[in-house]
């Protein structure tokens, strides 16, 4: 077998593949032998008939066969040997395979280029959390009182910041009726919606009521069907509600968390928002070392790895959407291409880290993430431990630990000079 490699491209590689005609004649009567002892015709015993007749009536086919196996054998064989791992399918071309001369062809694929990230252990990038501030704190608590608050039924017209809960009646957009708008399955708070026409119309509004509300909706509406076109509503009130916001007393800190005061609550409240803004400023720092080697060491996507990206979106965002009403492919590739561009390169620039500098999960971090997960579902160490190995959780979660430690390498987290798996 001859074989020759060109590399149009960084990603791509056409191997040129050249079988002699003596190797494709062995498998041929190799395959005319077998066919001799198997086949069975009318007036012959079973492995009787003639070897001519066998190769004249099914020679062809079973040349094609041959020629079938050997492409597929010879193109695997050639990436092997040339260390060639295809990211799509292989697209086979310019196969010729005349009697008694050998068979040729062409095969393309798109493989990962290979890269060699520099300056990683030189970025000098680290988190910066912000301080947590009193009125942070403050902030916190007023939204876990708003969580806490008593919904009550009341028998006034509505004000800004009560409860409305209301079916639709019918809704006109420009002109057409909309049948397939469904009515709030939770009631929506007045004062907070994104509409400032619908919220202004619900107020004034008693359980029982009847309105009609004119609704202009802007341009970068999230839903496009209706985005800049006008609505006309008519809506029925079921139920108004008053929102009782409860003080911060000794009940309030009990249920909040069993704390005993509130001095104890806020400090709570305070460790939390450090742990949050510690891991904000850890992940937006992981994000700026990322960018920063994407900017110094450019290297090209497979055009195949951005597809399967994008078909990945496409698949999600369809669960988001009535049938038929997705978002077309092209319309995703303007909207996703350079984030995919980024999470792949993303990926090819850790795992080119970690495995340079032999970077791997302990199996102390990992039976760590195994008890937690067995605590949560209250189940056995040992028994979570073997469901998780048999799903393939245990090499993900391997894989993410791997992933958090060249990060935190990346930002300083972890310095260059420890922990390195040997």
């Known amino acids: 077998m001859k074989v020759t490699i060109e590399e149009p491209k960084s990603w791509q590689r056409v191997i040129n593949i050249e079988i002699p005609n003596e190797e494709v004649q062995e498998e041929f009567q190799t395959k005319l032998s077998k066919y001799k002892k198997d086949v069975k015709l009318p007036g012959f015993r079973p492995g009787k008939v003639p070897h001519n007749l066998i190769k004249t009536r099914f020679g062809p086919a079973i040349r094609a066969e041959v020629i079938d196996d050997i492409v597929n054998r010879s193109f695997r064989e050639a990436c092997s040997e040339n260390n060639i791992n295809p990211v799509n399918e292989s697209k086979i071309s310019e196969l010729k395979a005349e009697e008694e001369s050998p068979v040729t062809f062409k095969v393309e694929v798109e493989v990962d280029p290979e890269i060699e990230i520099k300056g990683y252990n030189k970025l000098k990038i680290k988190p910066m959390p912000n301080k947590i501030k009193d009125s942070d704190v403050e902030n916190t608590l007023n939204n876990l009182k708003e969580r806490m608050a008593e919904n009550k039924d009341i028998d006034r017209p509505s004000e800004k910041g009560d409860l409305l809960s209301f079916e639709y ?6 002109g057409e009726p909309k049948d397939d708008l469904k009515s709030p399955q939770y009631p929506i708070e007045i004062g907070k919606g994104s509409l400032k026409d619908f919220d202004k119309g619900l107020i004034g509004l008693s359980a029982g009521e009847e309105a009609d509300i004119s609704v202009k909706f802007p341009k970068d509406y999230q839903a496009k069907e209706i985005a800049g076109k006008t609505a006309e509503m008519k809506i029925k009130v079921t139920k108004v509600q008053e929102k009782i916001i409860p003080e911060v007393n000794e009940e309030f800190c009990k249920k909040a968390g069993d704390f005993p005061d509130k001095e104890a609550l806020l400090e709570a409240i305070k460790i939390d928002l450090e742990a949050q ?14 960018d920063a080697l994407i900017e110094s060491n450019d290297f090209e996507v497979p055009p195949s790895r951005l597809g399967f990206y994008l ?19 092209e319309e995703v590739e303007e909207k996703f291409r350079d984030n995919g561009i980024r999470a ?56 993410e630990i791997r992933e958090q430690r060249t990060l935190d390498k990346l930002t300083g987290e972890i310095p260059w000079e420890e922990n390195k798996e040997k």
């Open 344 to 399: 792949i390169k993303r990926y090819r620039i850790i795992d080119y880290i970690a495995n340079k500098e032999k970077i791997k999960a302990t199996r102390e971090e990992v039976d760590t993430r195994i008890q937690a997960i067995a605590d949560q579902y209250q189940k056995p160490f040992d028994e979570m431990k073997t469901a998780l190995r048999k799903d393939g959780t245990t090499m993900r979660i391997r894989e």
């Open 169 to 174: 009646l019918s809704v006109v957009v420009d």
């Open 311 to 329: 078909d990945k979106v496409m698949e999600d965002q369809a669960r988001y959407y009535p049938p038929g009403k997705a978002p077309g492919r």
């Open 277 to 290: 803004e510690k891991e904000r400023a850890r992940t937006e720092a992981h994000n700026r070392a990322i």
